[in-house]
């Protein structure tokens, strides 16, 4: 197997421009608040102007970058186009659009998701019921409201939205920009493929270092995430190897087959270890999960491992690899079937 390059360093998280395709698309990073502290956001030549890929988080010191780099672009924001509903890729969105007068492009899922997070209470019969599944003590689920309230997005989500479409074609200037869909991460996530630039901006679908949390969330907690997930990396994984990649995260890279099956056998390897921790012991989602990813401990980092392991757990689930028992204390314990 071939490995990957990274052709470009970093910039720092400070609004500084680097152009990653001369004349034609400009990247820049944004400070996180979260262990994964950055997101890369793309600006793309539109004729006399430039469609911004992503926005960042909203922070104060993002709205403030932006208020410094936008006046000194060369041209005005034509449009942004966001890649998925999650807070550091639109995060910005309803205050961007309401501040340039611009239209968001979404799919429609990931449009629809993004007004659902600004809503939701994140404390509900539904969702303390997901987690007292998974097997989080009473204690831990009355901590969890607040650590997920780093979800909700801070200010209203714009208004309207143009529809984007798997299978469609987006202009941005002189270049076609085909849609390519993705699931498991999030609804519709949506990457930008330009065969005649030979550049995929991968949104999270596909990360150079990392990979993107696949997890089961409690408003569908029979979901199949993993499965959805693995399919849409075979997707994107039939784009040719050479194409440079410009990733929401991490570095830029060409390997783009590469990387898709290693994320692909990083999941096979981790329902592998799934299938081996329950069948030395039975264990509920937050007891495996705990077995799976040590060491974290944070409410938000237990959230994220929950859901990881969950989706895991429902792909074996589905293939009756492991079975569930609904036990006294309102929890499910999975075991590997036959025992
Ligand atoms: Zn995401
Ligand atoms: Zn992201």
């Given at each position: 197997?071939?490995?990957?390059?990274?052709?470009?360093?970093?910039?720092?998280c400070?609004g500084e421009?680097?152009d990653?395709?001369?004349?034609?698309?400009?990247?820049?990073?944004?400070?996180?608040?979260m262990?994964?502290?950055?997101?890369?956001?793309?600006?793309v030549?539109?004729?006399?102007?430039?469609?911004?890929?992503?926005?960042?988080?909203?922070?104060?010191a993002?709205?403030?970058?932006?208020?410094?780099?936008?006046?000194?672009?060369?041209?005005?924001?034509?449009?942004i186009?966001?890649?998925?509903?999650?807070?550091?890729?639109?995060?910005?969105?309803g205050?961007?659009?309401?501040?340039?007068?611009v239209?968001?492009?979404?799919?429609?899922?990931?449009?629809?998701?993004?007004r659902?997070?600004?809503?939701?209470?994140?404390?509900?019969?539904?969702?303390?019921?997901?987690?007292?599944?998974?097997?989080?003590?009473?204690?831990?689920?009355?901590?969890?409201?607040?650590?997920?309230?780093?979800f909700?997005?801070?200010?209203?989500?714009?208004?309207?939205?143009?529809?984007?479409?798997?299978?469609?074609?987006?202009?941005i200037?002189?270049?076609?920009?085909?849609?390519?869909?993705?699931?498991?991460?999030?609804?519709?996530?949506?990457?930008?493929?330009?065969s005649?630039?030979?550049?995929?901006?991968?949104?999270?679908?596909?990360?150079?270092?990392?990979s993107?949390?696949?997890?089961?969330?409690?408003?569908?907690?029979?979901?199949?995430p993993?499965?959805?997930?693995l399919?849409s990396?075979?997707?994107?994984?039939?784009l040719?190897?050479?194409?440079?990649?410009?990733?929401?995260?991490?570095?830029?890279?060409y390997?783009?087959?590469?990387?898709?099956?290693?994320?692909?056998q990083?999941h096979?390897?981790?329902?592998?270890?799934?299938?081996?921790?329950?069948?030395?012991?039975?264990?509920?989602?937050?007891?495996?999960s705990?077995?799976?990813f040590?060491?974290?401990?944070?409410?938000?980092e237990?959230?994220?491992?929950?859901?990881e392991?969950?989706?895991?757990l429902?792909?074996?689930?589905?293939?009756?690899?492991?079975?569930?028992?609904?036990t006294?204390?309102?929890?499910?314990?999975?075991?590997?079937?036959?025992?």
């Amino acid at each position: 197997m071939t490995s990957l390059t990274f052709p470009f360093k970093a910039p720092a998280c400070n609004g500084e421009l680097i152009d990653v395709v001369p004349g034609c698309i400009k990247w820049l990073r944004m400070p996180l608040p979260m262990a994964l502290d950055h997101i890369n956001l793309y600006l793309v030549r539109d004729g006399e102007g430039w469609r911004m890929i992503d926005t960042g988080f909203d922070t104060a010191a993002t709205r403030e970058l932006w208020t410094r780099i936008l006046p000194r672009l060369d041209a005005p924001i034509t449009g942004i186009v966001c890649t998925h509903h999650h807070g550091d890729h639109c995060g910005l969105a309803g205050w961007l659009t309401e501040k340039l007068r611009v239209p968001l492009y979404m799919s429609r899922a990931e449009y629809f998701a993004m007004r659902l997070v600004h809503d939701t209470s994140f404390d509900s019969w539904e969702e303390r019921t997901y987690f007292r599944h998974a097997g989080m003590s009473e204690a831990q689920v009355a901590e969890l409201p607040q650590a997920l309230q780093l979800f909700a997005l801070a200010s209203p989500p714009a208004r309207a939205y143009r529809r984007l479409r798997e299978g469609e074609t987006l202009v941005i200037g002189s270049h076609q920009w085909q849609l390519r869909g993705g699931e498991g991460h999030s609804p519709e996530h949506i990457s930008l493929y330009c065969s005649e630039l030979g550049v995929l901006l991968s949104g999270d679908q596909l990360l150079g270092r990392i990979s993107p949390n696949v997890g089961v969330l409690p408003f569908e907690p029979e979901a199949n995430p993993l499965k959805d997930w693995l399919i849409s990396l075979e997707h994107i994984g039939e784009l040719p190897e050479e194409t440079l990649v410009l990733p929401a995260h991490e570095l830029p890279f060409y390997g783009l087959r590469t990387r898709a099956r290693e994320l692909q056998q990083h999941h096979f390897r981790v329902l592998e270890r799934v299938l081996t921790h329950c069948a030395e012991r039975p264990d509920t989602a937050y007891g495996l999960s705990q077995r799976l990813f040590p060491g974290r401990s944070a409410a938000l980092e237990n959230i994220l491992a929950v859901g990881e392991t969950m989706a895991h757990l429902a792909y074996l689930l589905k293939q009756c690899r492991v079975q569930r028992i609904l036990t006294a204390q309102d929890s499910y314990r999975y075991q590997v079937c036959g025992i």
